[in-house]
């Protein structure tokens, strides 16, 4: 089993900066790909950034481009969401994922269906 451990969320002013993290254990870990969702009050999970282990490419959702990096350091197994100008809108639980399948094409990891495994989530909170 592979576990997921989100960290980082918080309480930020919009215009503000915060930076999450996702620790990825147990079993050997090894996946293809990991990305980051959020969840808001009332809505549905939404894609937010996706990285691929090897090679490091990446995908964004249109609404954070230009605003928020992913990373990877595979030595830690971790993975970070770097959220640069942050809105009101941003505010919401952000999840972690990791997809055990590999996909030619990075438009899968913008799927919910296209991952294996999902943390617990880590709240973030930006305040107008």
């Known amino acids: 089993q592979v576990q997921l451990v989100e960290s980082g969320g918080g309480l930020v002013q919009a215009g503000g900066a915060l930076r999450i993290s996702c620790v990825a254990s147990?079993?050997?870990?090894?996946?293809?790909?990991m990305g980051w969702f959020r969840q808001a009050p009332g809505k549905e999970r939404e894609f937010v950034a996706a990285?691929?282990?090897?090679?490091?490419?990446?995908e964004y959702a249109d609404s954070v481009k230009g605003r928020f990096t992913i990373s990877r350091d595979s030595t830690k197994n971790t993975v970070y969401l770097q959220m640069n100008t942050l809105k009101p809108e941003d505010t919401a639980v952000y999840y972690c994922?990791?997809?055990?399948?590999?996909?030619?094409?990075?438009?899968?990891?913008?799927?919910?269906?296209?991952?294996?495994?999902w943390g617990q989530g880590t709240q973030v909170t930006v305040s107008s």
């Open positions: 994922a990791a997809a055990d399948t590999y996909y030619s094409q990075n438009y899968y990891y913008t799927r919910r269906n296209g991952y294996d495994y």
């Open positions: 147990g079993r050997t870990f090894r996946s293809y790909a």
């Open positions: 990285i691929r282990w090897s090679g490091g490419s990446t």
